[in-house]
């Protein structure tokens, strides 16, 4: 599911993000780049109904970061992690999320801002980039990753 | 019976000591110092919290004229919130009441804010809608009676004081964003801009802002707003006051029409937003204009403190319930 992909509503977008999210594999790390307002999560809303989420997926930029119980293809129990590092200034300021446990378990990582972790960021990953289209529903989304670093 | 109160999950260290049903005191400190960074940090707030959480309930004690060991129990919150933070306030709660040999309550912040309410007297009755916005929350709850909460509806994606503080980071005016942008729209025509009410399906409880952050930032893009370049105040104030009124609109229209559906007589306010001028002005005009008593918390209530949590902890002592010391600090806690 990587390449380029162009969606003209919200909607659509939670329907490319619902594709991708299909294609992940435990332990999967996906990198969301994108301004303020460009659908970062609008597009892990989709990821997460992939996975039979049914607790609401709303912002972390006050929490940080919020854990969702769900359930993989053979309905076994997987936690989606979504972070959102808006907020966050230093990487320092990351140890006590226990972010480094988290990227590596066997749930799926979904990290909004993730410029944040620089270099921090595992090399096996997803990359995900919105932008803002020229209309106010319309987006851009590159995915790219994992292999190809 | 008395109880000390503390809340730490988010940037204020609060404690607070509640005796029979009176406040006694209240003390907090707000981690001014966030607004450098444009928000929360959550490892610099729970490092202050570490610093000043002794002196902050050693504070709440001595203002209450209360010495620890005529405390009969604490209680603090235990979610949600950012769990660093969390964990300071509920740990060192826990560890006081071991050591003091007294019972812990912990609670539910969300349950908290509701209590901000019910701290001084007059107070609404039951059955009664709450309307809790805050920077991290947006929430419509039936209280049907103490610790009997029917959640209607919450945000779908960005809570209310979040689009306050993210349009303020837009328009490039500063940390916290919602006083600045309630101090700026005062001087702003709330009609200027057109933007979207966000209400959803008809006769929808849920909230959604996420949306209208779009919208402004679509319409910056468009008018070619640029933050760092000098610019025109009556602009700035005209793109405030046409936000401001399009949430305002959106969450008063919502507890007005759930108030009608369930047929409760007293509504009520809590959270941070509910500190904003407009959102009270108008609150007092609708609930006027629809006979409801309204009820809002003094401003030291609106954002997080002791105080609210304190009053949560003597209900929830007086009615049997406490919690055990395994009790977890749960950053996802629903009401």
Known sequence: MTGTYNTKSAGETISHALLFGGTLRRGDVVALYGDL???????VKGVCLAYNITTPVTSPSFVILNRYEGRDKKNDELFVYHFDLYRVKSTAELYDLGYEELLQNNGICLIEWAEMLGGLLPERRYDVRLSLGDNENERLIEISGPDKK | MTILGIETSCDETSAAVYKDGRLLSNATVVQLFHSQHGGVVPELASRAHLKLIIPIVDDALKDAGVEKESIDAVAAVNGPGLIGSILVGLSFGKAMAMGLEIPFIGINHMEAHIFSNLINEPKPSFPFLNLTVSGGHTQLVLVRNYFQYELLGETIDDAAGEAFDKVAKMLGIGYPGGSQIDKLAKEGNPKAIAFPRPYLAEGSHQFSFSGLKTSVLYYLRKIGFDKTSVNDSRFIADVCASFQAAVVDVLIDKLIKAAVKYKVKDISVSGGVSANSELRRRLKLEAKANNFD???????????????????????LRHGFTSSLEITAEPNLQL
């Open chain 1, 37 to 43: 307002g460009s659908g970062k999560t609008q597009f």
């Open chain 2, 294 to 316: 309204l009820f809002i918390p003094e401003l030291s209530f609106c954002t997080d403190n002791g105080a609210m949590v304190a009053a949560a902890g003597y209900e929830r």
